[in-house]
């Protein structure tokens, strides 16, 4: 085989999902530019994030599972360059059609990232990482990727509050194989996951998801966030209008006179690398 050909075949199969990550790579990717209203909603949690990771002008930072590139968009914002890496093609193509000066898109595993060892000044994942199906790899990637010294910040949902009320929704209709993605807001977890390449601190805080009504909620999530667009779409007639109904109960109950007001408790986690 031609050196030239072998290379870049050996190059593309990095920047890639890893072959058990295909469909959850599909799934993520479902929601397409719709993903956009979702992370508008998360607008304040990212600001939050990246003001904890504090990017300075000329570093080169990570952004782990981008989804459409909010978050890459804002680093590049205050002067540092940002590459923003996901597996799920469906929302990466967008983020590239929003790109910016400073940002940088690329098909990546977070499992697998096809990056050298210290290559980032910083790390970064908004409510991204935390779903990868291997955790440990997840982990150990982005600390291998910050060099000594470098910071990582991580929006991470806990077990308690709205997200993880929905998900307890999104169960019933299609349970998700593998370790909870909530544990990654465990104190204990992220001490086995990072307590040997980071010194660790963690801040909580509360979002407030807006919506006009619960239908409203419906109509962003069933159309811009991958997995419920996937299980709804998997469904039958009467299985998605269960689904809907319940997701939407859900919703509200956090009805105010001026609309959907749902508090969503959410962890930041910064780490110092060794």
């Known amino acids: 085989m031609d050196t030239q050909m072998q290379q870049s075949r050996e190059i593309s199969s990095r920047f890639a999902p890893l072959a058990s990550n295909v469909r ?30 504090d990017p ?30 996901d597996f799920a093609a469906g929302v990466l193509e967008v983020a590239r059609d929003l790109a910016m000066p400073g940002t940088s898109f690329a098909i990546a595993d977070a499992e697998a990232l096809p990056y050298e060892d210290g290559e980032f000044d910083g790390v970064l994942s908004t409510f991204g990482v ?10 150990s990637e982005l600390a291998r990727v910050c060099r000594p010294g470098g910071r990582m910040a991580l929006a991470v949902w806990p077990a308690h509050g709205g ?8 169960t019933r209709f299609a349970q998700k194989p593998g370790p909870s993605p909530f544990a990654w807001a465990e104190t204990e977890q992220l001490e086995r996951l990072f307590g040997h390449s980071f010194d660790i601190a963690v801040e909580d805080a509360v979002s407030y998801y807006r919506e006009p009504d ?10 811009g966030y991958g997995p419920i667009r996937t299980v709804a779409d998997s469904l039958s007639a009467s299985d998605r209008m269960s689904l809907e109904r319940a997701f939407v109960e859900l919703h ?4 105010t006179p001026l609309g959907v007001l749902m508090p969503r408790p959410y962890r930041i ?6």
């Open 24 to 53: 959850a790579a599909q799934t993520w990717g479902g929601g397409g530019r719709g993903y956009e209203v979702i992370s508008r909603q998360i607008a304040n949690i990212i600001e939050h994030c990246i003001d904890r990771l």
């Open 56 to 85: 300075q002008r000329g570093e080169r930072i990570l952004d782990v599972a981008t989804g459409t590139g909010w978050a890459a968009r804002r680093v590049a914002r205050r002067g540092a360059e940002c590459v923003g890496v």
């Open 130 to 139: 935390m779903f990868c199906a291997n955790p440990e790899a997840a982990a």
């Open 163 to 170: 997200v993880h009320e929905m998900f307890k929704v999104l």
């Open 214 to 223: 619960g239908a409203s909620a419906w109509q962003s999530f069933v159309n």
């Open 252 to 255: 509200e109950e956090y009805r």
């Open 269 to 274: 986690v910064v780490g110092r690398r060794r």
